[in-house]
């Protein structure tokens, strides 16, 4: 248990809304491209599945950083960020290597959106 006070920030540090999007979004990226190189030709549903939940959960962080907004409990942290529609992905996916290779495609369009989006 903390006990006393801490200071606070006057507000979200620049130097991080406009470094901290980019890293979170390029490990978002970065996650997709692996599943759409080693994961998806082999039709390995589990691992684009992981891939998909993480690269969302890394754009999750791009996105409320890119608002300038403090992030303290994941709870939520998707809706917040615009990613409901990759439950949906997620749902549908089929142990296929087309359709999971366009599962990453639309997760990649879905990610670049919210961020562009949250950039607005």
Do not use: F, I
């Not at 980019?22 to 599945?49: K, N």
């Not at 990759?86 to 990610?111: C, F, K, W, Y």
Request: hydrophobic share 45%; charged share 20%; proline share 7%.
């Amino acid at each position: 248990m903390l006990r006393g006070d801490l200071p606070r920030p006057a507000g979200y540090p620049e130097a991080l809304r406009t470094t901290a999007p980019e890293r979170w979004y390029g490990a978002a990226t970065a996650t997709l491209a692996h599943a759409r190189l080693g994961h998806a030709p082999r039709g390995a549903l589990t691992q684009v599945a992981g891939a998909l939940a993480l690269a969302a959960t890394q754009t999750a962080h791009a996105v409320p950083a890119a608002r300038g907004e403090w992030v303290t409990n994941e709870k939520g942290l998707l809706a917040r960020a615009g990613l409901d529609a990759m439950d949906a992905l997620l749902a549908r996916l089929t142990p296929e290597p087309r359709s999971l290779a366009d599962a990453v495609a639309r997760a990649g369009t879905l990610v670049r959106e919210c961020l562009e989006a949250a950039r607005s």
